[in-house]
Nanobody, 117 residues
Framework: EVQLVESGGGLVQPGGSLRLSCTASGFAFSRSAMGWFRQAPGKEREFVAAIGRNGAGTNYADSVKGRFTISRADAKNTLYLQMNSLKPEDTAVYYC??????????WGQGTQVTVSS
Protein backbone atom coordinates (compact mmCIF):
# COMPACT_ATOMS: atom_id res chain seq x y z
CA GLU A 1 0.00 0.00 0.00
CA VAL A 2 1.37 3.37 -1.02
CA GLN A 3 1.71 5.80 1.88
CA LEU A 4 2.84 9.41 1.65
CA VAL A 5 3.16 11.46 4.83
CA GLU A 6 3.86 15.17 4.46
CA SER A 7 5.02 17.36 7.34
CA GLY A 8 6.74 20.64 8.15
CA GLY A 9 4.03 23.11 7.25
CA GLY A 10 2.89 25.96 9.46
CA LEU A 11 2.20 29.66 9.74
CA VAL A 12 5.00 31.94 8.57
CA GLN A 13 5.32 35.64 7.82
CA PRO A 14 5.97 36.87 4.28
CA GLY A 15 9.65 36.53 3.51
CA GLY A 16 10.04 33.60 5.88
CA SER A 17 11.15 30.03 5.25
CA LEU A 18 9.85 26.51 5.80
CA ARG A 19 11.19 23.05 5.02
CA LEU A 20 8.66 20.42 4.07
CA SER A 21 9.30 16.67 4.31
CA CYS A 22 7.52 13.73 2.72
CA THR A 23 8.13 10.18 3.89
CA ALA A 24 7.12 7.53 1.37
CA SER A 25 6.49 3.79 1.63
CA GLY A 26 4.86 1.01 -0.34
CA PHE A 27 6.64 1.64 -3.63
CA ALA A 28 10.15 1.88 -5.06
CA PHE A 29 10.90 5.43 -3.96
CA SER A 30 14.50 5.46 -5.13
CA ARG A 31 13.44 4.43 -8.63
CA SER A 32 10.69 7.06 -8.86
CA ALA A 33 10.78 10.63 -10.07
CA MET A 34 9.03 12.63 -7.35
CA GLY A 35 7.25 15.93 -7.11
CA TRP A 36 5.61 18.45 -4.84
CA PHE A 37 2.15 19.76 -5.60
CA ARG A 38 -0.11 22.26 -3.86
CA GLN A 39 -3.77 23.16 -3.67
CA ALA A 40 -4.99 26.56 -2.58
CA PRO A 41 -8.57 27.13 -1.40
CA GLY A 42 -10.97 27.12 -4.34
CA LYS A 43 -8.27 26.13 -6.82
CA GLU A 44 -7.15 22.92 -8.46
CA ARG A 45 -4.03 21.12 -7.35
CA GLU A 46 -0.97 22.40 -9.22
CA PHE A 47 2.59 21.32 -9.83
CA VAL A 48 5.29 22.98 -7.73
CA ALA A 49 8.58 21.12 -8.22
CA ALA A 50 9.98 17.79 -9.36
CA ILE A 51 13.19 15.81 -9.04
CA GLY A 52 14.39 12.87 -11.09
CA ARG A 53 15.57 9.49 -9.93
CA ASN A 54 18.84 9.67 -8.00
CA GLY A 55 18.38 13.44 -7.83
CA ALA A 56 19.12 13.77 -11.51
CA GLY A 57 17.47 16.93 -12.71
CA THR A 58 15.01 19.31 -11.09
CA ASN A 59 12.12 21.30 -12.46
CA TYR A 60 10.10 24.12 -10.91
CA ALA A 61 6.93 26.02 -11.57
CA ASP A 62 7.72 29.56 -12.69
CA SER A 63 5.99 30.95 -9.62
CA VAL A 64 8.50 29.31 -7.24
CA LYS A 65 11.67 29.26 -9.32
CA GLY A 66 14.60 30.74 -7.43
CA ARG A 67 12.79 30.53 -4.09
CA PHE A 68 12.09 26.80 -3.60
CA THR A 69 14.53 23.89 -3.72
CA ILE A 70 13.52 20.25 -4.02
CA SER A 71 15.80 17.46 -2.82
CA ARG A 72 15.62 13.83 -1.79
CA ALA A 73 17.26 11.33 0.58
CA ASP A 74 16.70 7.92 -0.95
CA ALA A 75 18.22 6.10 2.04
CA LYS A 76 15.40 7.58 4.14
CA ASN A 77 12.66 7.36 1.46
CA THR A 78 12.18 11.08 2.05
CA LEU A 79 11.51 14.03 -0.22
CA TYR A 80 12.13 17.64 0.85
CA LEU A 81 11.06 21.09 -0.23
CA GLN A 82 13.00 24.07 1.08
CA MET A 83 10.84 27.16 0.69
CA ASN A 84 12.41 30.59 1.08
CA SER A 85 11.11 34.11 0.52
CA LEU A 86 7.58 32.89 1.04
CA LYS A 87 4.69 34.97 -0.28
CA PRO A 88 1.01 35.03 0.69
CA GLU A 89 0.20 33.41 -2.66
CA ASP A 90 2.20 30.35 -1.57
CA THR A 91 -0.54 29.60 0.98
CA ALA A 92 -1.88 26.13 0.19
CA VAL A 93 -1.91 22.51 1.25
CA TYR A 94 1.27 20.88 -0.05
CA TYR A 95 1.40 17.27 -1.22
CA CYS A 96 4.08 14.96 -2.55
CA UNK A 97 3.69 12.16 -5.06
CA UNK A 98 5.42 10.45 -7.92
CA UNK A 99 5.87 12.75 -10.89
CA UNK A 100 3.77 12.56 -12.86
CA UNK A 101 1.22 11.15 -10.44
CA UNK A 102 -0.14 7.82 -11.71
CA UNK A 103 -3.83 7.50 -12.68
CA UNK A 104 -6.00 7.20 -9.55
CA UNK A 105 -2.93 8.07 -7.46
CA UNK A 106 -3.07 7.79 -3.69
CA TRP A 107 -2.46 11.13 -1.95
CA GLY A 108 -1.41 11.83 1.61
CA GLN A 109 -3.14 14.25 3.93
CA GLY A 110 -0.84 17.07 2.88
CA THR A 111 0.67 19.76 5.07
CA GLN A 112 -0.82 23.23 5.41
CA VAL A 113 1.39 26.22 4.63
CA THR A 114 -0.01 29.63 5.53
CA VAL A 115 1.92 32.79 4.71
CA SER A 116 0.45 35.77 6.48
CA SER A 117 1.48 38.72 8.59
Amino acid sequence: EVQLVESGGGLVQPGGSLRLSCTASGFAFSRSAMGWFRQAPGKEREFVAAIGRNGAGTNYADSVKGRFTISRADAKNTLYLQMNSLKPEDTAVYYCNANPPPPRASWGQGTQVTVSS
